[in-house]
């Protein structure tokens, strides 16, 4: 797949905080140097404790160090956190609400800063859509629509495409009315793998998901499955 090197693995649901989809996790540390170094971020779900150890706990038998950024952090701290990291993977939870705590404390400035210096970008559900233009977001309950996310990503993402058909529904709507930017849906235990090159290709764990490159086609939607990574 990629002719450059790799700096997104963005899963759309599962994976190492839900204790599922071993092989994502794997994927990602296998195109790392050794032992390297993933910052965690679990701003999303209040930095729950059972999903923090579910990834001290997988990355470290990968033999990957986990440096856990606190809910709580200044940027400054966030800055200090991020210097020498491999990857930051970023868990799953209230999108709205992680991006609106990073804005005001700076933490997103941070994170875009490490993406440009080649910081790989991963993580689950909120944590893989927050580094797009624009992610799918489900609103709370009052319906789906789209977020601005960090920008550091061209396009939109839509997470869960194979698990919450709704959701799916909804993304398709939206890229077909022009509500949306084109980009990608990612199904529950796959990832999407992105190079330095924009190339494009799926990691999928789990039986029957997939990662699709979705596009604006007259007053439709088109989604292209993308090839395996």
């Not at 005001?104 to 210096?117: C, H, K, S």
Request: glycine residues 14%; contains cysteine.
């Amino acid at each position: 797949m990629q002719t450059g090197q790799i700096k997104a693995v963005l899963c759309g649901g599962g994976g190492v905080t839900h204790g599922t989809d071993p092989m994502l996790e794997a994927f990602l540390v296998s195109r790392l140097r050794d032992r390297p170094r993933i910052g965690y971020l679990g701003t999303a779900n209040g930095d729950n404790p059972e999903r923090l150890e579910r990834v001290r706990r997988r990355f470290g038998e990968l033999g990957a160090e986990v440096r856990h950024l606190p809910i709580q952090a200044t940027a400054e701290e966030a800055e200090g956190w991020s210097r020498d990291l491999d990857a930051i993977y970023v868990g799953g939870g209230h999108t709205e609400r992680m991006l609106r705590t990073w804005r005001d404390t700076g933490i997103d400035q941070v994170l875009r800063d490490a993406a440009q210096r080649g910081v790989v970008m991963s993580g689950v559900s909120a944590g893989a859509v927050c580094w797009f233009d624009y992610a799918l977001w489900d609103g709370a309950g009052t319906g789906y629509r789209p977020l601005k996310g960090l920008g550091v990503i061209s396009g939109s993402c839509c997470p869960h495409f194979t698990s919450e058909p709704e959701r799916a529904t909804a993304y398709r709507a939206h890229l077909a009315d022009g509500r949306i930017p084109a980009g990608y849906a990612i199904g529950d235990g796959a990832a999407l793998v992105l190079s330095d090159k924009n190339d494009a290709a799926a990691c999928i764990a789990r039986p029957g998901s997939g990662v699709w490159k979705a596009d604006r086609a007259a007053s439709d939607a088109r989604l292209t499955p993308l090839p395996s990574a």
